[in-house]
């Protein structure tokens, strides 16, 4: 079983930033794929970045430029660094972790950010 835990939401004013932890724990595996995802009131949730164990990285159009991913996989820890938001970032925030053998998606509780003056 794996657990994964979602850290560093709050509220910021617009243009602020926030980084955002993503911790997994227990039977993590080397090879992985983890997702950060959003989902505002009334919204679907929607994948805002991803990253490999490898490194590799994609993004959503609408945070392109403003927010990176990351990893340090000596500390089974994924990052969201969010840059320059605005009020249509406010969100509860997720993570989630796919890995072998059987590609089992392990999800977090999710974190609240709130852009506001």
């Known amino acids: 079983q794996v657990e994964v835990v979602e850290s560093g939401g709050g509220l910021v004013q617009p243009g602020g930033s926030l980084r955002l932890s993503c911790v997994a724990s227990g039977s993590v595996a080397s090879s992985y794929v983890t997702g950060w995802y959003r989902q505002a009131p009334g919204k679907q949730r929607e994948e805002v970045a991803q990253?490999?164990?490898?490194?590799?990285?994609k993004y959503a159009d609408s945070v392109t430029g403003r927010f990176t991913v990351s990893r340090d996989n000596a500390k089974n820890t994924v990052y969201l660094q969010m840059n320059n938001l605005t009020p249509e970032d406010t969100a509860v925030y997720y993570c989630?972790?796919?890995?072998?053998?059987?590609?089992?998606?392990?999800w977090g509780q999710g974190t609240q950010v709130t852009v506001s003056s």
């Open positions: 989630n972790r796919r890995q072998p053998p059987f590609d089992t998606v392990y």
């Open positions: 990253i490999t164990s490898g490194g590799m990285m």
